[in-house]
């Protein structure tokens, strides 16, 4: 057959700890470990899979939130993605855009839910803000939004984790989804 090729270039700046900017175009993830395999049998959710791709690890703990509100794994084959994180004082942020090829979507079921290959192109950006005001005492927000042609999801909101007394916490998290 013919011979094909693909290139494809990673950036990395990093211009002290509390900054990072991450660029990928054309990136192959096919050095990564497959998946272990997971049995989906009377389960009501997607199954999860941990995420295994370098350039969506470095950072992940700034994007995660008490509920899983961002699956890194939903971007899928990408043209192109860039990621920021960074820290000043108490104050975290956090963006990732990117450029999908190939964007699964997840289709819920009576017995389980599947990832449906769509064929189409996405674009999905995810901003996350945290602010630490003390120990084990933070306040975050999360905006999240993935655009096909003709369809989109947007997601908002804020989760926050307060302890008081020494041995109690108030948690929580609101989200709201289009």
Do not use: C
């Amino acid at each position: 057959g013919a011979v094909k090729g693909r290139a494809g270039v990673g950036v990395r700046y990093a211009p002290n700890p509390d900054l990072n900017i991450d660029a990928v175009v054309n990136p192959d993830f096919s050095q990564v470990e497959s998946d272990a395999s997971q049995i989906s049998v009377n389960t009501t959710f997607a199954l999860f899979y941990p995420e295994k791709r370098p350039f969506f690890q470095l950072g992940k703990d700034l994007f995660s939130t008490r509920i899983d509100a961002y699956y890194s794994r939903m971007i899928n084959d990408p043209l192109a993605a860039a990621k920021v994180t960074a820290k000043s004082g108490k104050m975290s942020i956090a963006y990732l855009g990117a450029q999908d090829r190939e964007s699964p979507v997840i289709v819920p079921g009576e017995d389980g839910s599947d990832f449906i290959s769509t064929g189409r192109q996405s674009f999905s950006n995810i901003l996350r803000t945290r602010y630490d005001f003390g120990d084990e005492a933070f306040i975050g927000a999360l905006l999240s939004t993935r655009n096909f042609s003709g369809a989109h999801n947007y997601l908002a909101g804020i989760d926050w984790n307060y302890l008081f007394w020494g041995n109690y916490y108030f948690e929580g998290q609101a989200l709201y989804s289009n």
